[in-house]
């Protein structure tokens, strides 16, 4: 199965409402990244957390990282109809970053 | 600076022709990885490149697939005797080094298989 695994695999709120969705992983990382991926396009990076850290920001975006449990959860704040997107988390394992079927996110205006 | 740039956008391939995907890189990337998206599906990788050199083709079909990362120009993904199956999105990402750096995705190109 995928290095990483997203969950749940989709998501419908009301604008305005917080979005969290989890990753889990299998083997030992160096770093864990989460990827937007609007519906036909390519995938963007959002955010990039190393091993040794616990959490990190950006903007409306919060991550956090717990390497005992192999598992990271991004959280986006205030959600707009604008995010409505599947994310996708990655780690640098060997295969070059490897990806679950990621967690489709709607948010309904 | 010009983000990673894949072409065509979309090819359209009659079963049993060739299929040459192209990637351009980030400039100052070295490295680049393809990863195949069926629809409804998550992304899987297939091949690892850095420049003249195939490091991690673990993901690539046997059959058909081939990858290269010439000194001079683009990646490139080749596919023969393209099957109905073949029909995908196929990404292509780049990045400075391995490991510790995020992967720049491209647009990716579209192949249907008719």
Redesign the interface.
């Known amino acids: 199965s995928q290095q990483g695994e997203e969950d749940p695999q989709a998501l419908s709120i009301q604008e305005g409402e917080n979005a969290t969705m989890n990753c889990s992983y299998k083997t030992s990382i160096n770093n864990l990244q989460w990827y937007r991926q609007n519906s036909g396009r390519g995938l963007v990076h959002l955010i990039l957390i190393r091993s040794n850290e616990r959490e990190k920001h950006s903007g409306r975006l919060r991550v956090t990282l717990d390497t005992s449990k192999k598992s990271s959860s991004l959280l986006i704040t205030a959600s707009r109809a604008a995010d409505t997107a599947s994310y996708f988390c990655a780690t640098d394992s060997t295969q070059g970053g490897i990806f679950g079927t990621g967690t489709r996110l709607k948010v309904l205006a | 600076n010009a983000g ?1 740039m ?1 072409n065509p956008r979309h090819l359209v391939r009659r079963r049993g022709q060739e299929a040459r995907l192209r990637c351009s890189p980030m400039k100052g990337h070295s490295h680049v ?1 393809w ?1 195949r998206q069926l629809p409804e ?5 297939m091949v ?1 490149l850095q420049k003249e050199n195939i490091i ?1 083709e ?2 690539m079909p046997k059959e058909r697939f081939s990858a290269e990362f010439p000194k001079e120009g683009p990646s490139i993904l080749r596919i023969q005797q393209v099957v109905r199956g073949d029909s995908a999105a196929y ?1 292509c ?1 780049s990045s400075p080094q ?3 750096s ?7 190109t579209r192949l249907t298989v008719t």
């Open positions: 990673v894949q990885y990863y599906e998550g992304l899987k990788f690892y991690d673990s993901g990404f990402a391995r490991g510790r995020e992967q720049y995705f491209g647009p990716g």
